[in-house]
Structures are given as structure tokens and as C-alpha cells.
């Protein structure tokens, strides 16, 4: 997976310091845990991902189908007040567009002038739970809904975390509760020699890894 893969630094640009290097490692390991999880869940629920497409076997596919609740069954069991917040829920949508959309626009205008390598958008947005069969039309319309929204908000998260970098890479004083990934590489709070003396060198690291070009994944 490439989210997996050490990065490729320019030649120009220094070496990990020891504190990124271990911050690096359990980073890397973290992300090793998760794809290792993702393979024992297909093992355990018998299915494969092939060019983006998910295929359960035969006999779990059938009984994914049996599972699924009728809508009509699903109206009649569902809480009054979630029906009624609903479209509250679903208004949210629009803000959501326009947020992916003007971050968008943002790191396409402005990153290549910084010298930031943009972030690739489709990573963060991995649309397969509508095709759970023992999902009827409703969830499936939920989760969508979900995993567009939380997508949205780690892609921004990213994008705001290489502007960070670039413009002020400094730690907070007091802790944050979650920190983003880039945030472990800041400068300690106070450290004004270390801020002067290597800033240039943290926001060298924005910059796109050498190697070969990606190829692009073909349609499923």
C-alpha cells in the first residue's frame, strides 16, 4: 500500500533527526497493525478486493441477503426523532461540498507556489460499504453519507496539516488530544534557535518524493 511505503526525499533536503526517526518508526508501525487487520478481515469474512471491487464467496453473499431489513420493517423500528432529525443531518451535505471543494481549489492554487506537494484527494474516500448487500437502500444511503463526511474532513485535515508545516511548525504549550501525524515533527514550544535554524529544512519535506510517476489505478 502506499501509505505504507518510507518516503523519498530530495537529495538537497537533510536527513530524519533521531526524534523524527523514532516518531517515523511508530508511525510506520501503526500503519503496518491496520493493514494487517484489514487482511484478517477478509480472511475471517471471506472476501477479496479486486481492481477496487469487493467479492464476498458465494455462501456469505447469500446470507448477507437474508440479513437485509425491508424498508418497511426499517421505518416502523427506527426512532421517531431520527427520522425526524434526518434531514438536519443530510442539510449538512452542502457545507461538506463546498469545504471539499474550496480546500480543493486552495492547495491546486497555492501549494505549487509554497513548494508543497498537493495531496492526493481519492485515498480519502473509500466508497464500498454500499455494496453490503445486508445494508437495505437507506443505510447504505447513511453510510455513504458518512464515509463522504469523515473523508472530507481528513482530506482538509491533511491539507491543513502541510500548510501548518510550512507556515508554522511550532508545538502548542499545553497538549493537544489528537494531534495530527505531522505534528510530531514540530519544534517544542520555546525552541526559537531550533525554529530559525530549521525551518527551512522541516518545510523541505513538503516537497513531492522523488521516484517514478504513479500509475493510475484502472477502473473498476
Same mark, same amino acid.
Given at each position: 500500500?502506499?501509505?505504507?511505503?518510507?518516503?523519498?526525499?530530495?537529495?538537497?533536503?537533510?536527513?530524519?533527526?533521531?526524534?523524527?526517526?523514532?516518531? @517515523?518508526?511508530?508511525? +510506520?508501525?501503526?500503519?503496518?497493525? @491496520?493493514?494487517?487487520?484489514? %487482511?484478517?478481515?477478509?480472511?475471517?469474512?471471506?472476501?477479496?478486493?479486486?481492481?477496487?471491487?469487493?467479492?464476498?464467496?458465494?455462501?456469505?453473499? &447469500?446470507? /448477507?441477503?437474508?440479513? !437485509?431489513?425491508?424498508?418497511?420493517?426499517?421505518?416502523?423500528?427506527? =426512532?421517531?426523532?431520527?427520522? $425526524?432529525? &434526518?434531514?438536519?443531518?443530510?442539510?449538512?451535505?452542502?457545507? %461538506?461540498?463546498? $469545504?471539499?471543494?474550496?480546500?480543493? &481549489?486552495?492547495?491546486?492554487?497555492?501549494?505549487?507556489? #509554497?513548494?508543497?506537494? !498537493?495531496?492526493?484527494?481519492?485515498?480519502y474516500f473509500v466508497l464500498d460499504?454500499?455494496?453490503?448487500?445486508?445494508? =437495505?437502500?437507506?443505510?447504505?444511503? =447513511?453510510?455513504? %453519507?458518512?464515509? #463522504? @463526511? =469523515?473523508?472530507?474532513?481528513? #482530506?482538509?485535515?491533511?491539507?491543513? &496539516?502541510?500548510?501548518?508545516? %510550512?507556515?508554522?511548525?511550532?508545538?502548542?504549550?499545553? @497538549?493537544?488530544?489528537?494531534?495530527?501525524?505531522? +505534528?510530531? /515533527?514540530?519544534?517544542?514550544y520555546g525552541d526559537g534557535e531550533? #525554529?530559525?535554524?530549521?525551518l527551512l529544512r522541516l518545510r523541505? !519535506?513538503? !516537497?513531492?518524493?522523488?521516484?517514478?510517476?504513479?500509475?493510475?489505478?484502472?477502473?473498476?
Amino acid at each position: 500500500m502506499t501509505m505504507l511505503q518510507v518516503p523519498v526525499l530530495p537529495p538537497d533536503v537533510p536527513p530524519l533527526t533521531p526524534h523524527e526517526a523514532r516518531v @517515523a518508526r511508530r508511525l +510506520y508501525a501503526l500503519r503496518r497493525d @491496520a493493514r494487517h487487520e484489514a %487482511f484478517e478481515q477478509r480472511r475471517r469474512w471471506r472476501y477479496r478486493v479486486r481492481r477496487g471491487r469487493v467479492e464476498f464467496d458465494r455462501e456469505m453473499a &447469500a446470507l /448477507h441477503a437474508r440479513l !437485509r431489513q425491508s424498508l418497511p420493517a426499517y421505518l416502523r423500528d427506527a =426512532n421517531p426523532f431520527s427520522l $425526524l432529525t &434526518a434531514p438536519l443531518i443530510y442539510s449538512l451535505l452542502l457545507p %461538506f461540498v463546498l $469545504l471539499d471543494a474550496w480546500t480543493t &481549489a486552495y492547495q491546486w492554487i497555492c501549494f505549487p507556489i #509554497y513548494g508543497i506537494a !498537493r495531496v492526493r484527494r481519492a485515498p480519502y474516500f473509500v466508497l464500498d460499504r454500499h455494496k453490503l448487500q445486508y445494508l =437495505n437502500a437507506i443505510e447504505k444511503a =447513511n453510510c455513504t %453519507f458518512c464515509t #463522504y @463526511a =469523515n473523508g472530507v474532513i481528513d #482530506y482538509v485535515r491533511e491539507v491543513a &496539516a502541510r500548510t501548518e508545516q %510550512f507556515w508554522c511548525p511550532i508545538k502548542h504549550g499545553s @497538549a493537544v488530544p489528537e494531534p495530527h501525524a505531522r +505534528y510530531h /515533527h514540530f519544534f517544542d514550544y520555546g525552541d526559537g534557535e531550533r #525554529y530559525h535554524r530549521d525551518l527551512l529544512r522541516l518545510r523541505g !519535506r513538503l !516537497r513531492a518524493p522523488a521516484g517514478p510517476p504513479r500509475r493510475r489505478r484502472r477502473p473498476a
